[in-house]
């Protein structure tokens, strides 16, 4: 039997097989995923409601259907700074996630790369670009990777001496997951235009957090994922500049001009379209919510801890997201011991979870290995409070200071 959950908490609109007090835990894992916004949830709805229909129908209500999606596609376009107005339109295609998505860049752009055989990538990419990009060195590729500079970024003097003319791609994120760190993507671009290089960038963290407008970022196409801007999880976007298409590495169906097969969810299109939107409307308000509780909780954990360091703090960051390393402490006995308090948060990146192995983002930094060992991502949400940062403190000092 279903039972309602009784809080104030956004996810109040969803029934869930077991009475769980959601209120008693403070998320602090909005990197991972973050919840649904009750406006979001309300438009699918009424979409789920009316617009069951395959879009790709010829009947009336299969126009319909495509209308509503093509509508969705348009506003996200618009919100995201694409060129929409002429036969130079750029593209958005609808993916399952971001992953789907970076890997319809890389093994798309590597299809058609013809002669050319190099792809590079920096040290500090998120699993699907780098396993993808591990996996492709089995068919020929020679992937190089960049390295990063102690403050997160990558080192745009290293990239220079890696793009040349075999380069088909270079992969680079806009913002790194588990350290929040922004990257000098207009740097990147600079180096790379010259030669002819594409640029793929994995925007996934960053939609709302920082400015992001395709047109003004340069890039060749650019990844990015809904449920990480409190949008439904199974629906993100491979956007590319008009001529820029990668080839499919999905086959079947002639959606999406075959691009990217596969029936499109309208609901979950409407629903990411209006994620953006309502997270946009009070982009200002949320960044300045977002940094004053990061800075709330990094000066409470610092002020009571001598072993906590925060990781990547000399360099621009994401104005949510705090990776803070306890030295002398294993991560994942913290990790345990914070969630049995109430605490909800992570290692690093949701999609590396399973693994036991050393965070690569921070070994690529070059920290030694007391601080990784002992580096846990805190993420922070338009839903948390400063009642929440300020039980976390409370928490997680407490809990330190007896391992």
């Known amino acids: 039997m279903f039972q309602q959950i009784t809080s104030n908490h956004p996810l109040d609109t969803f029934n ?7 209120m008693s835990s403070v998320y602090l894992d909005n990197n991972a995923t973050t919840a649904i916004h009750p406006e979001v949830a309300q438009a699918m709805f009424e979409c789920f409601q009316h617009g069951f229909v395959n879009p790709e129908s010829q009947h009336l209500l299969g126009r319909e259907a495509r209308r509503t999606l093509e509508a969705a596609r348009e506003q996200l376009g618009a919100l995201l700074g694409l060129h929409q107005a002429d036969v130079h339109a750029d593209h958005l295609f ?3 996630g971001g992953t789907e998505a970076n890997n319809l860049a890389l093994q798309g752009y590597q299809q058609d790369a013809e002669q050319k055989r190099r792809l590079v990538i920096s040290g500090i990419e998120h699993p699907s670009i780098s396993t993808t990009a591990a996996w492709l ?4 590729v020679d992937v190089q990777t960049v390295n990063t500079l102690s403050n997160g970024q990558v080192d745009c003097d290293h990239l220079k001496t890696l793009v040349n003319k075999d380069t088909f791609l270079v992969a680079a994120m806009l913002a790194n997951n588990e350290t929040g760190v922004l990257q000098p993507l207009e740097a990147v671009i600079e180096i790379c235009e010259p030669m002819g290089v594409p640029v ?4 996934v963290q960053a939609i709302g957090k920082t400015d992001v407008h395709f047109q003004n970022l340069g890039a060749t196409s650019m990844a990015i994922s809904a449920h990480k801007v409190h949008g439904p999880r199974g629906v993100g ?3 590319t500049k008009h001529g820029a298409v990668p080839r499919p590495i999905l086959h079947g169906g002639f959606q999406q001009a075959a691009i990217r097969p596969g029936t499109e969810s309208v609901a979950l299109a409407v629903g990411f379209a209006k994620a953006v939107e309502v997270y946009l409307e ?3 308000e949320h960044r300045k919510q977002l940094l004053s509780m990061r800075t709330k909780l990094e000066s409470g954990v610092l002020e009571q801890l001598d072993c906590a360091i925060v990781i990547g703090d000399d360099g621009p960051r994401m104005p949510h997201t ?3 390393a306890f030295q002398g402490r294993d991560r994942q006995a913290v990790l345990m011991a914070l969630d049995i308090a109430g605490i909800c948060c992570s290692t690093g990146s949701a999609c590396a979870s399973g693994s036991s192995e050393p965070s690569p983002t921070l070994v690529a930094m070059g920290l030694d290995e007391q601080t990784i060992e002992g580096a846990l991502r805190f993420s922070l949400g338009i839903f948390n409070s400063d009642a929440d940062v300020e039980n976390a403190i409370k928490q997680i000092c407490a809990v330190v200071s007896v391992l």
């Open 237 to 239: 976007a491979l956007i």
């Open 137 to 140: 060195t089995s068919l020929g």
């Open 322 to 324: 705090s990776n803070i």
């Open 282 to 284: 009070k982009k200002d």
């Open 94 to 96: 609808f993916t399952s």
């Open 16 to 22: 869930h097989p077991t009475k769980i007090d959601l």
């Open 200 to 203: 793929h960038v994995d925007a």
